[in-house]
């Protein structure tokens, strides 16, 4: 089985990351994240696949299938609630980019959300349509974290880069 351990680490100075979740495994060889996944393999390590994944591992949910920006109106308008307010269980939408990112929501403290995500500082490779895979398992664990933030830092960290919280999609 192929899983992610996270451990809590150091993190540069001035980062609004305080910490890794160390006891959440992800087992990217799970339904979810494969066979049941529709995503999966051209897109395995996106953003998408890893939140798709995420969800229905957890929630047995079948969350949109189309670029990151757009999920949060695409969930909407499939019955989903949705907000502005971090939630445990939720998923995070973020814009300002092409093709957007999004994030599970581990924990909610009220002050710092813990976020576990794919295809984070990669670059990665994008096939073209009908061909190949975007990344092996090997590649997609790699760029896999699982990280807490302050949230009003995290939100802030976002806006100086160009990207906004879209809001969120409540699973619970």
């Not at 992800?26 to 996106?46: A, E, R, T, V």
Request: one cysteine or more.
């Amino acid at each position: 089985m192929a899983f992610v351990n996270n451990k809590t680490r150091d993190t540069p100075s001035g980062s609004d990351i305080t910490g890794a979740n160390d006891t959440t495994n992800i087992d990217i060889n799970h339904p979810s994240y494969k066979q049941n996944n529709p995503l999966w393999p051209k897109f395995n390590g996106q953003c998408t696949w890893f939140a798709w994944s995420r969800s229905n591992q957890l929630f047995g949910v079948k969350l949109p299938t189309r670029d990151a920006k757009h999920w949060y109106d695409l969930a909407k308008s499939m019955g989903f609630k949705v907000g502005s307010t971090p939630s445990r269980n939720s998923v995070m939408v973020i814009t300002g980019t092409t093709f957007g990112h999004v994030a599970f929501i581990e924990a909610w403290d009220g002050e710092n959300i813990t976020v576990s995500e794919g295809n984070v500082n990669w670059t990665g490779y994008m096939p073209p349509d009908g061909v190949g895979i975007y990344a092996s398992d090997e590649e997609a664990l790699k760029h896999i974290r699982v990280s807490t933030h302050n949230f009003n830092q995290y939100r802030k960290n976002l806006i100086t880069r160009g990207r906004k919280i879209a809001g969120f999609i409540y699973l619970e």
